[in-house]
């Protein structure tokens, strides 16, 4: 879809363009110019004679017969005969609309939109936007706003639902001293959108190609095909860095079950991440925090050695990376007392080496040196600010050759923005991308290394022929038939309304518990008893039951003991079906302590979710106390997850509890929607 007129196009017609910069036509001219595009450029204004001494026309039909690209700055309402044109007489291939005044007004917008796509397609043409900023890579850029940052092949490509966040991302990005390779912004994608264009970078992917991606979005139309396009990338060497938008939800959720409960459509968006291996952010600032961090690379294991001239910042650095996992071991004393040697009287080499405010170029080089040689160490942290009371070029000019030199990342802390502000600028020129904060390096470092790796989804189950021809809730009955159909392990059970026979199946069982069947939440309408243990109780328990509003029946089942556990399933729109998983119990209701995954899940992105329960310990065995038979419960959620492969009609499914004792599982309770 998107094609070779769009990337590296050799002619481009700005329709609306102008010589007055402070136009978005203008603006758009200026910045193809002033970044030396070496194609032709043609303007089209019906009120000038000659903009910027290009070639310029009063209508699109004068335009010359081949125009590879149109960037689009006009009304919507003239957009629609200036493409026919474009499309019919012109044989242009690409089109940016930066316009807005489309889907993104209304109805009649929608349908504007939509007829222009259709034309594009039927001329096997392709669409940026409407209502975008436009494009810039490195034949071009084809934007109306600034900064125009510096680009190179190893730079950042950055993809972007919202021009102006783009240009704001760029704006603190390039203060940071990252570059970029490419900066897409989709607008309505009316034609494409994220996902498209992860799949041109993936199937046009060679050796060469950048390896950090950063993605702004605000809708996901098509998850399959996020999912396989990042996926793909992920394991071809790159690491792409993700914000969602709009993962709140106004209001509470109203919702017939448990997992209807938990489930949101943010949560199907974090296990596609997690599933692919997408490093998730949720502002600005973390995003371009974790791009400098993947600049430099991750360290090979979580041993950190902190270089500092300022006591705090180092302080608050351990800190931060301790708490999430990292470690900054003290070093040999045999190891450090030469270097101590070398240092100012003072100085400390325990880890931080603090080599005070008063340390120099020479000892920075020394302590590298030695850092670059140091075995218990696998990444430095190097904080150096100044007081402004002399420059600090010499330093910057040290760690720069240890950055370029060292098999082990140099991840440079620069905090001090005003003293030696022209120092980092040049620090920036020599490809190196800082951090002004401590604490914001050490969270984008560990929120980093403890990301999904992801996981290859197995090949989905074909659909059966078979139909659960119902809408809404299955019986008791159906449900049953439908788990052991699935394989699951049921607990013995009777549905009936009969007393006699219910006295008959207690005999056998006892102790008991009898539930209401006909109330939707049986908890909520008294509608459970616990340890029935003789036929006394068992006719109170009858009676009490029975009277309750919409009784049709009781469910008896013998009372057993184990670790609570759960299993949910909710259909979410595009996304398909979410699983959750974890401990039932007050652990589901209050603690709010599950995991989730996208079906079709493996048995190995199953294990590693498990491992992430607050709970996980419980399940695995604690303190004496026996666990459960952990490879079991990952068969069951894969029965699961097989069943509603099988029955896509599946909306929603709770299993809670399911009663685990060491290798013997039993589910208690079950309610399945059908949809």
Not at 220 to 230: G, M
Request: aromatic share 8%; hydrophobic share 40%; proline share 5%.
């Amino acid at each position: 879809m998107i094609n070779n007129q769009l990337i590296k196009p050799d002619s481009i017609a700005v329709i609306g363009g102008s010589d007055n910069p402070a136009s978005p036509g203008g603006k758009i001219v200026e910045n193809l110019l002033k970044n030396h595009y070496k194609g032709k450029i043609y303007i089209v204004n019906p009120k000038k004679e000659n903009v910027r001494n290009l070639p310029t026309y009063k209508q699109v039909s004068e335009l010359p017969p081949e125009v590879d690209l149109a960037i689009i700055a006009i009304a919507a309402k003239y957009t629609e005969e200036v493409v026919r044109i474009l499309s019919e007489q012109k044989n242009t291939k690409a089109f940016i609309i930066i316009s807005a005044g489309f889907s993104d007004t209304g109805e009649e917008g929608k349908k504007l939109e939509k007829r222009i796509v259709e034309q594009i397609k039927k001329h096997n043409g392709v669409l940026l936007g409407p209502n975008n900023i436009g494009m810039i890579n490195t034949h071009y850029a084809g934007v109306f706003t600034t900064p125009v940052p510096e680009l190179n092949l190893n730079g950042i490509d950055l993809i972007s639902g919202s021009g102006a966040t783009a240009v704001f991302i760029m704006e603190a990005a390039v203060k940071q001293g990252l570059t970029f390779n490419s900066i897409w912004t989709v607008g309505n994608s009316a034609q494409i959108g994220v996902e498209e264009i992860l799949e041109y970078m993936d199937e046009n992917f060679t050796s060469d190609s950048p390896k950090i991606k950063m993605l702004y979005i605000e809708n996901i139309k098509n998850p399959d095909k996020l999912l396989k396009h990042s996926r793909s990338l992920i394991k071809k060497g790159c690491k792409i860095i993700a914000i969602k938008a709009g993962s709140s939800e106004a209001g509470n959720r109203a919702a017939s079950s448990h997992t209807g409960a938990l489930s949101s459509p943010d949560q199907a968006v974090q296990a596609l991440f997690e599933k692919a291996g997408i490093i998730r952010a949720y502002g600005r600032n973390e995003m371009i925090q974790m791009a400098a961090v993947l600049h430099y690379g991750l360290p090979k294991g979580k041993n950190m050695l902190i270089v500092t001239h300022a006591g705090g910042p180092a302080v608050m650095l351990t800190d931060v990376l301790e708490k999430n996992g990292m470690k900054i071991p003290e070093l040999p004393q045999e190891k450090t007392q030469t270097l101590l040697n070398e240092l100012f009287p003072g100085s400390s080499v325990n880890n931080p080496i603090d080599f005070l405010a008063t340390g120099t170029a020479d000892q920075l080089d020394k302590i590298l040196e030695f850092a670059a040689q140091c075995q218990e160490i696998d990444a430095t942290a190097v904080i150096f600010g100044s007081p402004g009371l002399f420059e600090v070029y010499n330093v910057y000019e040290v760690l720069d050759k240890h950055i370029k030199n060292s098999n082990k990342p140099i991840y440079p802390i620069l905090p001090s923005l005003v003293n030696v502000e022209n120092e980092i600028e040049f620090f920036h020129k020599k490809q190196n991308p800082s951090f002004p904060f401590e604490v914001l390096f050490g969270q984008a470092l560990t929120n980093i290394l403890k990301a999904s790796p992801g996981f290859d989804s197995p090949e989905k189950k074909n659909k059966t022929s078979k139909k659960l021809n119902r809408q809404g809730y299955l019986s008791p009955l159906q449900t049953r038939e439908l788990l052991l159909e699935a394989g699951l392990p049921l607990i013995e059970e009777l549905m009936s309304s009969d007393l006699n026979e219910i006295k008959k199946f207690a005999k056998k069982h006892f102790p008991v518990v009898m539930k209401i069947v006909g109330p939707l939440h049986k908890s909520e309408a008294g509608g459970v008893i616990l340890n029935i243990s003789n036929e006394n109780e068992l006719e109170k328990a009858y009676q009490k039951l029975m009277k309750i509003p919409n009784a049709q029946s009781v469910l008896i089942q013998p009372q057993r003991k184990g670790i609570e556990l759960f299993i949910g399933v909710k259909k979410e729109e595009k996304f398909g079906h979410l699983i959750f998983f974890g401990m039932g119990g007050i652990y589901i209701e209050i603690f709010k302590d599950y995991q989730s995954v996208l079906s079709p899940a493996s048995k190995e992105e199953i294990a590693y979710k498990l491992k992430k329960l607050t709970s996980y310990p419980i399940l695995k065995g604690a303190r004496g106390k026996q666990g459960i038979n952990l490879n079991k419960f990952i068969e069951l959620i894969q029965k699961i997850d097989n069943l509603i492969q099988l029955y896509p009609e599946i909306t929603e499914m709770d299993l809670n509890p399911i009663l685990a004792e060491a290798d013997n599982f039993y589910t208690v309770d079950a309610r399945i929607k059908i949809n």
